[in-house]
């Protein structure tokens, strides 16, 4: 099985869980998934299957949507619901307030990843140090947050706020959600996160794993889709002529090339006689073999 499913992943379970779960059940030799969700998130996570997970490079460059919800005048040390909590205050914190805010973090901005997060500190996962009660010096990583909008409003002794997010790869939604308490002058904390999309990938065509789980019962492969599918890159085509050439790593000139033909050193799909064949790389007017899949 070479290809990707659009899983709807569930609260409680790790993104590692959800590849081991699928490689289980597909008895596929090779999975992986695109982009993270922690373990309190839901939503959209797509994960490659087979040879596809050698195209899992590109599709993680895409950008994402999220559905968050911040608890103003709470802060914890994972910066979501699920960690100690550090600090409480009373918040006084309006409406308008809060959506005057939100216009700060919009454009690029500078976040420093949570200490609880993947991101390595001298080939260490940065959560290896938190666990053992340590905080180490982060450097700054610059992130683009391309839409914020308000959704709801909940005026409480801890007021909550629902609101979209589009953003680059690499955002921390709960490092926004801690910087928004910050910069309010109460804290605050990621009380939930739903994922919206994931490049082309989308809530509304995900998967269950009950639904996995029912179509593989019947054999029915209907929710795999291309291993290229999704991808946002230039699209080439070669006769069957150069095929074999293709397969074995040779390059091929332009004038034996149809499509859309990119700027120099960048990737594109491949396709020979209708079929996906792999991604090439466009070098010194040849397109050369990158990822060859068949």
């Given at each position: 099985?070479?290809?990707?499913?659009?899983?709807?992943?569930?609260?409680?379970?790790?993104?590692?869980?959800?590849?081991?779960?699928?490689?289980?059940?597909?008895?596929?030799?090779?999975?992986?998934?695109?982009?993270?969700?922690?373990?309190?998130?839901?939503?959209?996570?797509?994960?490659?299957?087979?040879?596809?997970?050698?195209?899992?490079e590109?599709?993680?460059?895409?950008?994402?949507?999220?559905?968050?919800?911040?608890?103003?005048?709470?802060?914890?040390?994972?910066?979501?619901?699920?960690?100690k909590?550090?600090?409480?205050?009373?918040?006084?914190?309006?409406?308008?307030?809060?959506?005057?805010?939100?216009?700060?973090?919009?454009?690029?901005?500078?976040?420093?990843?949570?200490?609880?997060?993947?991101?390595?500190?001298?080939?260490?996962?940065?959560?290896?140090?938190?666990?053992?009660?340590?905080?180490?010096?982060?450097?700054?990583?610059?992130?683009?947050?391309?839409?914020?909008?308000?959704?709801?409003?909940?005026?409480q002794?801890?007021?909550?706020?629902?609101?979209?997010?589009?953003?680059?790869?690499?955002?921390?939604?709960?490092?926004?959600?801690?910087?928004?308490?910050r910069?309010?002058?109460?804290?605050?904390?990621?009380?939930?996160?739903?994922?919206?999309?994931a490049?082309?990938?989308?809530?509304?065509?995900?998967?269950?794993?009950?639904?996995?789980?029912?179509?593989?019962?019947?054999?029915?492969?209907?929710?795999?889709?291309?291993?290229?599918?999704?991808?946002?890159?230039?699209?080439?085509?070669?006769?069957?002529?150069?095929l074999?050439?293709?397969?074995?790593?040779?390059?091929?000139?332009?004038?034996?090339?149809?499509?859309?033909?990119?700027?120099?050193?960048?990737?594109?799909?491949?396709?020979?006689?209708?079929?996906?064949?792999?991604?090439?790389?466009?070098?010194?007017?040849?397109?050369?073999?990158?990822?060859?899949?068949?």
């Amino acid at each position: 099985m070479d290809g990707i499913i659009n899983v709807l992943k569930p609260v409680g379970m790790t993104s590692t869980d959800i590849v081991r779960w699928l490689r289980r059940k597909t008895k596929a030799e090779k999975a992986g998934h695109i982009g993270t969700l922690d373990p309190g998130a839901a939503g959209v996570l797509p994960v490659c299957i087979g040879k596809a997970t050698r195209l899992a490079e590109y599709h993680s460059e895409l950008g994402k949507s999220y559905r968050a919800e911040i608890t103003l005048g709470i802060t914890t040390d994972t910066q979501d619901a699920f960690g100690k909590e550090i600090s409480r205050t009373t918040p006084h914190v309006s409406q308008q307030e809060f959506f005057r805010c939100l216009e700060h973090f919009a454009g690029e901005i500078e976040q420093i990843p949570p200490m609880y997060s993947a991101v390595k500190k001298n080939g260490k996962p940065l959560y290896d140090y938190a666990r053992k009660g340590l905080e180490v010096a982060r450097e700054k990583r610059h992130v683009t947050i391309h839409r914020l909008e308000m959704v709801e409003w909940y005026d409480q002794t801890y007021p909550k706020a629902i609101f979209d997010i589009d953003c680059s790869k690499g955002t921390y939604i709960r490092t926004l959600c801690h910087d928004i308490g910050r910069e309010l002058g109460c804290g605050g904390h990621m009380s939930f996160l739903l994922r919206l999309r994931a490049g082309k990938f989308l809530l509304e065509t995900a998967y269950t794993l009950e639904e996995i789980e029912n179509y593989l019962s019947h054999q029915d492969y209907c929710f795999v889709l291309n291993p290229e599918w999704g991808l946002e890159l230039p699209e080439v085509r070669i006769s069957s002529q150069r095929l074999k050439a293709f397969q074995n790593g040779l390059a091929t000139g332009k004038s034996m090339i149809e499509g859309d033909i990119p700027g120099e050193d960048l990737p594109v799909k491949v396709f020979c006689e209708g079929h996906f064949i792999g991604i090439g790389i466009w070098s010194n007017s040849c397109l050369c073999p990158n990822k060859v899949l068949i």
